[in-house]
């Protein structure tokens, strides 16, 4: 079955700690990941993606086949971080199904 | 560059009644166009997958004569909602694609229904 699972529905840091988001995934093929990230009242929009191994925003994120997993990663968390974040599978025929989201609040 | 847009945002409507949702790819030829539904707190449900020109692909358990959609031209899809009920009332969001290599989906702001 393909499945993305984001366990966390909240996490809360403080500015300048580190985060992470994390994301599993269930996929028989070769997985194509993202990250996406929603502003507040905002619109969806790509953060990165596994293939171009780009750091966004100080931000990146790891594909591990192993263990099946593509968490975001930022070293020091800054409060216009706070957003919705979703995890999300590219299948077949450019299908993409989205994590539940976590939400990321950063304090100040 | 990479916008999409979609009108209405909001839309109000009376149950039994239709209602039509367009999605431009303003700036790009958007090959594909998908649609959303995302209830509150919840994450965006795919509904259906349409190439310009022919029929869209719907998602197991998404009554394709419920909602209709048309990709007309390769910066248009619209999204008619049939009869609607009040269990209908969603946001609904649309997003375009090259269908490049990159696979890059450009989301639209969305559009809330609401169906009394």
């Known amino acids: 079955a393909q499945r993305v699972t984001q366990p966390e529905k909240l996490l809360s840091v403080f500015k300048g700690a580190p985060v992470e988001l994390k994301c599993n995934y269930s996929y028989s093929g070769s997985p194509e990941l993202f990250w996406y990230v929603q502003y507040s009242r905002q619109r969806l929009q790509l953060l990165l993606r596994?293939?171009s191994r780009e750091s966004i925003k100080g931000f990146t994120a790891d594909l591990n086949k192993g263990e099946t997993s593509f968490h975001l990663k930022k070293p020091f968390a800054q409060e216009e971080d706070s957003a919705m974040y979703y995890c999300?599978?590219?299948?077949?025929?450019?299908?993409?199904?989205f994590g539940a989201g976590t939400r990321l609040f950063v304090k100040a | 560059g990479a916008v999409v847009s979609q009108h209405p945002s909001w839309v109000i409507c009376k149950s039994g009644t239709s209602v039509k949702i367009e999605c431009r790819s303003l700036d790009f030829q958007a090959t594909t166009m998908f649609w959303y539904r995302q209830f509150p707190k919840q994450s965006l449900m795919l509904m259906a997958t349409?190439?310009?020109?022919?029929?869209?692909?719907?998602e197991q358990g998404v009554e394709k004569d419920k909602f209709l959609i048309n990709h007309a031209s390769l910066t248009l899809s619209t999204l008619t909602v049939t009869s609607a009920h009040p269990e209908d009332s969603s946001f609904y969001i649309c997003?375009?694609?090259?269908?490049?290599?990159?696979?890059?989906?450009?989301f639209g702001p969305g559009t809330r229904l609401t169906v009394t």
């Open positions: 999300a599978l590219m299948a077949g025929g450019f299908k993409t199904i």
């Open positions: 596994h293939i």
């Open positions: 349409s190439n310009e020109g022919s029929k869209a692909t719907y």
């Open positions: 997003s375009a694609s090259t269908g490049g290599a990159t696979y890059e989906q450009y």
